[in-house]
Nanobody, 117 residues
């Protein structure tokens, strides 16, 4: 069974940085997620796209994080990272890793990011 496992969330002060990581486990040989990305959901709000990245290097960002967040894919396996700089309280949310293969969507369990003012 394919699972996406996130790590790297936590509590940080405004202006600080965090790096999220996500790795797929339980994948059969040749299994490739493309694209992979990050979504987030704040309390009382809908889940929203943060950033996506294809295996070919194309990236896409929400306007609210452009210039502050950087998404990257790992060189080996189905991994994706999110470097988050200049965090502000509006970035507080549960961050979910996401991947697609053959129109099937896979989600991680989420990792909490809390930014204090």
């Amino acid at each position: 069974q394919v699972q996406l496992v996130e790590s790297g969330g936590g509590l940080v002060q405004a202006g600080g940085s965090l790096r999220l990581s996500c790795a797929a486990s339980g994948t059969p040989f040749g299994f490739s997620l493309n694209p992979m990305g990050w979504f987030r959901q704040a309390p009382g709000k809908q889940r929203e796209l943060v950033a996506t990245a294809t295996s070919g290097g194309s990236t896409n960002y929400a306007d609210s994080v452009k210039g502050r967040f950087t998404i990257s894919r790992g060189n080996v396996g189905n991994t994706v990272y999110l470097q988050m700089n200049s965090l502000n309280p509006e970035d507080t949310a549960v961050y979910y890793c996401h991947g697609v293969r053959n129109n099937l969507h896979y989600w991680g369990q989420g990792t909490q990011v809390t930014v204090s003012s």
